[in-house]
């Protein structure tokens, strides 16, 4: 760290200015204490990161804080913040609570050196809004506060400490023979050096015995997945459209877009992950990742979109999932009548609200997944488990880090999003993108390759068209179908000659498996799902 060298510089030459001015409090003194108030909040978060690491990863305070305020925000503004950062978002409210954090510890050392006790009272503050959000988390226990409560124990003892050889420093130099044994400034700061240096390590020692992460880790490299009782058909020969640019088939556990309000990714060891199935059901069942691997797994093509997506946006990606089946799950509970929605849990507090009928329907394909695209879950996908329901945008099936199946009621119960103003029931709405050309590309002249692809999963993609300007709209040629389940890729020859060089527009629209023709009007995400043709202009030369 830095923090040693800078304010050091000021001791000796306004030494005599302040013996000249006796009384007056002079302001580098101020620094050091707003100095020392940032190092002594770095050794409570370094404390409490080293208890959190023995109690709970996601007890440590910033963490706490953090999550609580994402489950708080008026959605506008974080609707804003995904739209501004997309998936940056996280690490701009890490990085934005790190500066508001560094600003209220040297308000806090300001005021301990202004007025004894002061300080004291912020750090108090502080520390009982940390507790609060900690011991607020889903599944946070009374220990939960345990990391908040000495970490901040020991930044405030720390900060009253250092403030006062701070005093006594400043009280030396203002007498013109200073007693011999009195501290100096110097003396202040590289003891607050040393602080930072602990605060350092007890955060180090902290991340390094932060094991759950790695039991996690380890668990998943550990892990064979069994394989299927009922294996996907292969994928046809022809689902590509040949344009280059497109978007692949299936999209690589790598680039699959990943979104959620986890602010760290939980970490669940599958040796203490079960699943309860509780509320209007007959029998009450709980299942082990033993159990869960031992039942007949499911392997199918399911294509997951966002509700958030705008039109001709990227948050969609087709995966091959593999699984138990959601309805034979329910089935051992026994849903009872009037029951008309599940609602599921993840071990995080975030919770989604499914029709039931989605879920015990055999032929719909509704998954409790383990595998993607032939690895477990992905950390960031929510292994151990997660579920996946063809047809449902993710904010309403699919379930990260699952733990809890309510069988409840649309009246009796609300998820986390509908909560915040977005619809209780969400059905993927039909939709087609234009991968290539990019917008605002050059194109030759001659033949243009346009390509992407089209969704409409559970009713399939019947036929998809494109129109130039305000030309006719024209049929493009359809990739092979793989399943109604999964997006299709589309193509379609463009012959510019029959327009001018300069500005022209692109736009498309896709047909589902029923015939309903993709509506042209432009709706934004919320509360169900955004709608309209993806149009892009390029420049013919
Ligand atoms: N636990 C948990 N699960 C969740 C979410 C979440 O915030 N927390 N987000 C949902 C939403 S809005 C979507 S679109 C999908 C995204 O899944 P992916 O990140 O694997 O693409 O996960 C769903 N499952
Ligand atoms: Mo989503």
Same mark, same amino acid.
């Given at each position: +760290? ?18 000249? #001015? /006796? ?15 940032? !190092? ?52 701009? *409210?890490?990085?934005? +609570? ?32 940390? &507790? ?24 405030? !003892?720390?900060?009253? #400490? ?21 501290? $100096? ?6 003891? $607050? ?22 039991? =996690? ?17 292969? !994928? ?27 602010? @760290? ?9 079960? *699943? ?6 007959? %029998? ?6 033993? %159990? ?7 392997? %199918?093509?399911? $294509? ?15 995966? @091959? ?11 051992? =509970?026994? /849903? ?22 989605? #879920? ?58 509908? @909560? ?40 399939? &993609? ?5 129109? !130039? ?10 990739? =092979? ?61």
């Amino acid at each position: +760290m830095a923090t040693t060298s800078s304010p050091a510089a000021t001791p000796v030459g306004s030494d005599q200015r302040r013996r000249r #001015l /006796p009384g007056r409090r002079p302001s580098a003194s101020t620094g050091v204490a707003a100095l020392v108030g940032v !190092v002594s909040a770095g050794l409570a978060l370094g404390v409490a990161q080293l208890v959190a690491a023995l109690v709970r990863p996601e007890a440590a305070p910033v963490l706490a804080i953090g999550s609580a305020f994402i489950d708080r925000v008026p959605p506008w503004l974080k609707d804003t913040a995904v739209r501004l950062f997309g998936t940056s978002d996280k690490l701009v *409210l890490l990085g934005s +609570m790190a500066l508001v954090i560094a600003l209220l510890a040297a308000l806090a050392g300001v005021a301990e050196r202004w007025r004894r006790g002061a300080g004291l009272a912020l750090v108090v503050l502080f520390g009982a809004v940390a &507790v609060g959000a900690a011991v607020t988390r889903a599944g946070a226990g009374p220990f939960d506060a345990a990391p908040s409560v000495l970490g901040f124990a020991v930044g405030g !003892v720390a900060l009253r #400490l250092l403030v006062e050889r701070l005093r006594a420093a400043d009280a030396a130099a203002d007498r013109d023979t200073p007693e011999a044994g009195s501290p $100096t400034r110097r003396a202040v700061l590289a003891l $607050t050096a040393w602080v930072a240096v602990g605060a350092a390590a007890a955060a180090a020692a902290g991340r390094a015995l932060g094991s759950a992460a790695r039991s =996690a880790v380890a668990a998943r490299s550990a892990l064979r997945l069994p394989a299927p009782a009922t294996p996907a058909s292969p !994928v046809p020969a022809g689902v590509s459209n040949g344009v280059a640019g497109t978007t692949p088939y299936l999209t690589p556990n790598a680039d699959f877009y990943r979104i959620d309000t986890a602010l @760290t990714v939980p970490s669940i060891d599958p040796a203490t992950w079960s *699943l309860r199935v509780h509320g209007l059901v007959e %029998e009450e069942v709980e299942i082990s990742f033993e %159990e869960l691997l031992a039942m007949p797994m499911t392997e %199918e093509r399911v $294509t997951l979109t966002c509700v958030s997506n705008e039109v001709g946006g990227g948050l969609a990606g087709n995966a @091959t999932w593999l699984g138990v089946p959601v309805a034979g799950v329910l089935e051992r =509970a026994r /849903p009872q009548a009037g029951a008309d929605m599940v609602l599921s849990r993840s071990s995080d507090g975030f919770s989604a609200s499914t029709p039931l009928g989605a #879920l015990t329907d055999p032929g719909r394909g509704a998954l409790l997944a383990v595998g993607m695209n032939g690895e477990p879950l992905p950390l960031e996908h929510g292994f151990p488990v997660r579920m996946v329901v063809p047809g449902l945008y993710g904010f309403v099936s699919a379930t990260k880090w699952v733990v809890d199946l309510e069988v409840t009621r649309f009246a009796d119960a609300t998820a986390y999003w509908t @909560t915040r103003g977005w619809s209780a029931e969400g059905p993927i709405k039909t939709a087609s993108r234009i991968d290539v050309p990019k917008g605002f590309a050059q194109v030759a002249r001659g033949t243009v390759a346009v390509g992407g692809v089209a969704w409409a999963q559970t009713r399939g &993609v019947r036929a998809v068209e494109v129109q !130039v300007d305000d030309g006719p709209w024209q049929q493009a040629a359809l990739a =092979a179908e793989d399943g109604l389940d999964t997006w299709r890729q589309w193509s379609y020859a463009w012959d510019t000659s029959s327009v001018g060089a300069g500005p022209h527009t692109l736009r498309v629209r896709a047909t589902d498996g029923t015939g309903q023709v993709q509506t042209g009007e432009r709706a934004a995400p919320a509360p169900d799902g955004s709608t309209g043709w993806h149009s892009v202009s390029v420049t013919v030369q």
